[in-house]
T-cell receptor, first 114, second 114 residues
């Protein structure tokens, strides 16, 4: 089975702190994604990557950056956390070539910024 | 840009009954994929069912089936013989056949009443 692991289920950070959210997948997937989930807003795409060292902005990239140095790992970085970044963050991965759209999700990281 | 609309933020169903969740989408493309994803409480999001737009036949997966109306741009999910384990957030999603990320609706929270 595909496993997507997010390093932290729950985090509490202070305003202005730098925050790293790590995601690792074990199925050699080319594509990886970071979504943000908020009540009433659904899932919104922050960044995605189709290959190592590649990244593309999603719909809400402001205040975030990403890193993909290895195929299996995709990190989301909040350079200076703000209270409006309190949210659930979901990482997902998928095949690349021939991808029919199935995403495999991690369990999510719930971030609270105080 | 494609959009996905789920007009029912919350729904409930009696155990063993049937419920239908609505989804509409907006696109100018003729070929694409549509999905329903399920997110149980505190658990990973998983794919429930997928429909390719070029297929006229509605997809089915056990108790889950869809009513795909391409001209109306409607993609509803029917859950038959509802079970307590069906209680979850359900997200409708769209993806172009071009390698682009999924676009999600805002979700419908389904409660199952024993």
């Amino acid at each position: 089975d595909v496993k997507v692991t997010q390093s932290s289920r729950y985090l509490v950070k202070r305003t202005g702190e730098k925050v790293f959210l790590e995601c690792v997948q074990d199925m050699d997937h080319e594509n990886m994604f970071w979504y943000r989930q908020d009540p009433g807003l659904g899932l919104r795409l922050i960044y995605f990557s189709y290959d190592v060292k590649m990244k593309e902005k999603g719909d809400i990239p402001e205040g975030y950056s990403v890193s993909r140095e290895k195929k299996e790992r995709f990190s989301l970085i909040l350079e200076s956390a703000s209270t409006n970044q309190t949210s659930m963050y979901l990482c997902a991965s998928s095949l690349g070539q021939g991808w029919t759209g199935e995403l495999f999700f991690g369990e999510g990281s719930r971030l609270t910024v105080l | 840009a494609q959009t996905v609309t789920q007009s029912q933020p919350e729904m409930s169903v009696q155990e063993a009954e049937t419920v239908t969740l609505s989804c509409t989408y907006d696109t100018s493309e003729s070929d694409y994929y549509l999905f329903w994803y399920k997110q149980p409480p505190s658990r990973q999001m998983i794919l429930v069912i997928r429909q390719e737009a070029y297929k006229q036949q509605n997809a089915t997966e056990n108790r889950f089936s869809v009513n795909f109306q391409k001209a109306a741009k409607s993609f509803s999910l029917k859950i038959s013989d509802s079970q307590l384990g069906d209680a979850a957030m359900y997200f409708c999603a769209y993806r172009s056949i071009v390698n682009t990320p999924l676009v999600f609706g805002k979700g419908t929270r389904l409660s199952v009443i024993a």
